[in-house]
T-cell receptor, first 115, second 113 residues
Framework: DSGVTQTPKHLITATGQRVTLRCSPR?????VYWYQQSLDQGLQFLIQ???????AKGNILERFSAQQFPDLHSELNLSSLELGDSALYFC??????????????FGPGTRLLVL | AQSVTQLGSHVSVSEGALVLLRCNYS??????LFWYVQYPNQGLQLLLK??????LVKGINGFEAEFKKSETSFHLTKPSAHMSDAAEYFC???????????FGTGTRLTVIP
């Protein structure tokens, strides 16, 4: 158990809909990362937040957005869903932000299926 | 720009045999290198990482990896495979000033009894 929790574990929805994925980082970790794992694209970095502020952006679509709240939990919002958005979405956390050396601790993921 | 190449999307070894999973990286600055393992229906778990110092890094479950700058490689090895090693393994790179990881495409390890 990494200490990172993600809800829900599974999500089935229809095209055009909007969903919210939730992540609670390890106790004390200020940095949260979101990754997408799909058969087509592999594991891709989406976005990072550090202590409530956006710190880095990767291959995140404009239809997707995220935020980190004062209690440090984070939410990833996916809107106007398409079939291709079906994937496993991981959240990870680490204590700090920019050293590059930090171990990231991954949650169990949310499996999204868009029908 | 950073990237990671993992040679071999599938590797099969016999139980007790040497495990060798290959990873080559590309980075314009000194990289930090990681190996993560993903068991079925689970998240990723860190096996080991190289940041600075000793180039031979030992990790959990008997795995180790050697950073070879001249070859831009960070191959993962284990002397003797165990059935419980069957999983998908990901090599990743990051760099100073940016903590986000760039992952390779993964190698699925099968251990044959």
């Amino acid at each position: 158990d990494s200490g990172v929790t993600q809800t829900p574990k599974h999500l089935i929805t229809a095209t055009g809909q909007r969903v919210t994925l939730r992540c609670s980082p390890r106790s004390g970790d200020l940095s949260v990362y979101w990754y997408q794992q799909s058969l087509d694209q592999g594991l891709q970095f989406l976005i990072q937040y550090y202590n409530g502020e956006e710190r880095a952006k990767g291959n995140i679509l404009e239809r997707f957005s995220a935020q980190q709240f004062p209690d440090l939990h984070s939410e990833l919002n996916l809107s106007s869903l398409e079939l291709g958005d079906s994937a496993l979405y991981f959240c990870a956390s680490s204590p700090v932000s920019k050293t590059g050396q930090e171990t990231q601790y991954f949650g169990p993921g949310t499996r999204l299926l868009v029908l | 720009a950073q990237s990671v190449t993992q040679l071999g999307s599938h590797v099969s070894v016999s139980e007790g045999a040497l495990v060798l999973l290959r990873c080559n990286y590309s980075s314009s600055v000194p990289p930090y290198l990681f190996w993560y393992v993903q068991y079925p229906n689970q998240g990723l778990q860190l096996l080991l990482k190289y940041t600075t110092g000793a180039t031979l890094v030992k990790g959990i479950n008997g795995f180790e990896a050697e950073f070879k700058k001249s070859e831009t490689s960070f191959h993962l090895t284990k002397p003797s495979a165990h059935m419980s090693d069957a999983a998908e393994y990901f090599c990743a790179v990051s760099q100073t000033g940016a903590n986000n990881l760039f992952f390779g495409t993964g190698t699925r390890l099968t251990v044959i009894p």
